[in-house]
């Protein structure tokens, strides 16, 4: 944090912004304090060129700000490639909120929140995410239309987990289709970590096809009534990246998939719904390919959350969300089948369909 240095002769020893090994030409970062409430937020807005940048609000107790900086930086550029590659008309952005949920979170901080988005007059959309509730979505409404993910009651979509865990089963499918010759999961040996929202929704589809699951998760408590609600055995190793599974699906916060781990992984296949799974995108994604791992890009298949809120702005349903939603799997296979012929890692095949995507926009705009 810099306010642990006191006098300007320290400043060099702070990495400045646009240095950040996460800084990818992001449009605009936005500094949110709101003195009365504690509230105090980052919005990063990556990419704009394909329309307002949609993301989700993440509440967190980060270690400093710095951190929480980064975070904010990695998931609004991920958010960029995840709507491009799905053929969303939206750009990239997400925000954070630091901060404890279960007991810094209050409703005034939420609409102080509301308040900061809607002074970006709509270049920045939010929705739910860690820490963040449907309830929370309803109340910044109240303030700003510029949400998304509000209650069906409210006339929103609903929360969109079971959306995003259905897209990364489809895209957990493909995988296994591209592996092991066969997209039938019954059997397999599935390693869920993480069991919230959309971890338990994916091991409830795991489960009814047959797969044989394991869990972990931080909370003893979750793991043991998910475990216990879809016949699932809760990982008691000391290393789960060295369990012997067929399918690791990484359902908790990113950077799982680090120079600690990459060589440790056991799994013939990486499919979850974490956002940035990969610490270094470029040298994971190569030694994963080099071992022979598939590794379905995240931000291709957990982007049925956004899809689902997308209906929101286009009105479109929840059966045509779906029906969206179950088109990653396809498009996962045209992923690796593109990695194979180009000789390139997924990761480096998803950014460039959707990369080509943004600049064949930026072509037809004149820039």
């Known amino acids: 944090m810099i306010t642990e240095f006191t006098t300007a002769k320290d400043l060099h020893k702070i990495d400045p912004v646009f240095g950040q090994a996460s800084f990818d030409n992001h449009e605009q970062i936005v500094f949110c304090h709101d003195k009365d409430t504690g509230l105090k937020a980052i919005i990063g807005v990556h990419n704009t060129v394909l329309g307002p940048a949609l993301g989700g609000t993440r509440m967190w107790k980060y270690a400093n700000e710095w951190e929480a900086l980064n975070d904010v ?9 995840k709507s491009a590659i ?7 952005g997400k925000a954070v909120i630091i901060g404890d949920a279960k007991t810094d979170k209050t409703p005034e901080m939420m ?10 007059s709509g270049k920045y959309i939010t929705a ?3 820490g963040t509730t449907t309830p929370d979505m309803d109340l910044i409404r109240t303030v700003t239309k510029n949400v998304t993910g509000i209650s069906e009651a409210n006339g929103g979509s ?10 990364v089963y489809m895209g957990m499918k493909a995988a296994a289709k591209y592996k092991f010759g066969s997209d039938n999961l019954s059997g397999k040996k599935v390693l869920v970590q993480g069991t919230g929202h959309v971890g338990e929704t994916l091991v409830k589809h795991l489960s009814e096809e047959g797969a044989t699951i394991t869990v972990s998760d931080i909370s003893q408590s979750r793991m043991e009534e998910v475990a216990k609600k879809y016949g699932a055995t809760i990982f008691e190793g000391d290393d789960l990246y060295t369990a012997d599974v067929d399918i690791y699906a990484p359902c908790a916060l990113g950077a799982t998939i680090n120079d600690d781990t990459v060589y440790r992984i056991q799994a013939q296949v990486i499919a979850g719904a974490a956002n940035n799974q990969l610490a270094n995108e470029q040298v994971h994604g190569k030694i994963l390919r080099e071992r022979g791992i598939a590794y ?3 931000f291709l298949i957990n982007a049925g959350g956004i899809i689902n809120v997308y209906g929101e702005i286009v009105n479109y349903g929840k059966e045509e969300a779906m029906k969206r939603t179950e088109n990653i799997y396809n498009t996962t296979l045209e992923i690796f089948d593109l990695a194979d012929s180009k000789n ?22 004149g820039k």
């Not at 609409?111 to 970006?120: N, Q």
């Not at 997924?346 to 037809?364: C, G, H, N, V, W």
Request: charged share 25%; aromatic share 6%; net charge neutral.
């Open 111 to 120: 609409l102080a929140f509301g308040r900061f988005i809607d002074s970006l």
């Open 158 to 167: 609903g929360n969109p987990s079971p959306v995003t865990a259905y897209g």
């Open 73 to 81: 930086l990695r998931l609004s550029r991920g958010m960029t490639y």
């Open 86 to 92: 799905s053929g969303l008309n939206l750009g990239g």
């Open 128 to 130: 739910e995410d860690v």
């Open 344 to 365: 390139l890692t997924t990761l480096q095949a998803a950014m460039a369909i959707a990369e080509k995507r943004i600049e064949d926009r930026k072509k037809e705009n």
């Open 296 to 298: 379905a890009p995240d």
